[in-house]
């Protein structure tokens, strides 16, 4: 066993070269794998436990959470380090993710009483011609698109800037990934239909609808036309303006009342609005990098951490214990921020050398 790791040569003496070989490409194998692990878990903690949507005593959930989010966000993130494409992509297929899971392994965009919860998620603008609510709709695929998978990459990429766009998983590596994606997304479907009291399956109009969506947004990604280079002339703000002016469109984004009906599927539209504008003017500017793109991710994971101070779970009790899992999770979200600040800058100024 002793020889497989170090040779030996003739005097009996370690061979330096093996030794060094093997650690060598120990290190490259973990500086590939690790933060893909780190993805995985974090994407799920994001999602549902930093948001508050699910109490800290919930965390034995990450066993089927972290393949559907994690397993998700892996997914997209890989596809579009290969093909050599930007963020708007990840966007674009995390929406398509959202889509995913909402229409299709929980069915919550059609569901009007999911699991038995009495949520009334779909109650707020209903539509009947289609059975959604055009409220939860735009509300929870934003919450996908945005935080669920891309606030999730972007935390962890700021971690190893130096491999931001590259690929982390080689080709077996991601079929790995993508066969346990489909497994627990099976697993998922089976138990919503299972569990709901009346066993809700979405009408067939509603399937074809989702999935000319969901085939439509992956089609988009890779068809959208490759930005351009050239930056403006303009300065870029510093990351934590961008951080501090995301935070409070978040924030307003999180705090607008269901109870608004339309008006909050207007109020909605016009921060989404406002918030690609913005972000499309501002990553068009000289000196834009990935601080930048960590103040967004920041800005957004902080409006979810003081929100799940007073969300109340819909998986868990408002309970002592509940409390100080929301305090834990904020604070492995500012530690994450502050880690990847500091590696950011670091090798923005490497950069510039």
Known sequence: MKSAVVETNLSGSPEPSRRFTLGNWAASHSRRILPALGLFIIA????????????????????????????GALLIRECVRRTGRGWESILV????????????LTETLFNPNYLGLNLHLLEPAFVPSLGISAWYTIFVLTLHTVWS???????????????????????????????????????????????DPNHFAASRSQFIWAAILFLGSIALAFRLPQRSKAFAREPVPEP??????????????????????????????????????????????????????????GGAALA???HGFVQTPALGTVSTVTRIGNLAFAALAVSLIAAGARRTANFARQDQR
């Open 44 to 71: 799920p903690l994001v999602a549902e436990f930093l948001l508050g949507n699910m109490s800290v005593t919930k965390l034995g959930m990450l066993a089927i959470l972290a393949p559907i989010y994690g397993g």
């Open 304 to 306: 979810y951490a003081w």
């Open 240 to 297: 934590w303006f961008i951080g501090l002016m995301v935070l409070i469109a978040a924030s307003v984004f999180l705090l607008v009342p269901n109870t608004w009906g339309w008006w909050a599927v207007a109020a909605y539209l016009l921060l989404d609005a406002l918030a690609v504008t913005a972000i499309f003017i501002w990553s068009g500017r000289s000196g834009w990098d990935g601080r930048h793109r960590l103040g967004l991710a």
């Open 149 to 195: 998978i891309s606030v999730s990459i972007a935390l962890v990429e700021a971690l190893i800037p130096e491999r931001a766009t590259s690929p982390w998983l080689g080709g077996f590596q991601s079929g790995l990934v993508a066969v346990i994606f489909i497994v627990a997304g099976a697993s998922m479907a089976s138990f919503s239909i299972r569990q």
């Open 93 to 104: 297929l995390a929406l398509a993710y959202g889509i995913l899971e909402e229409a299709f």
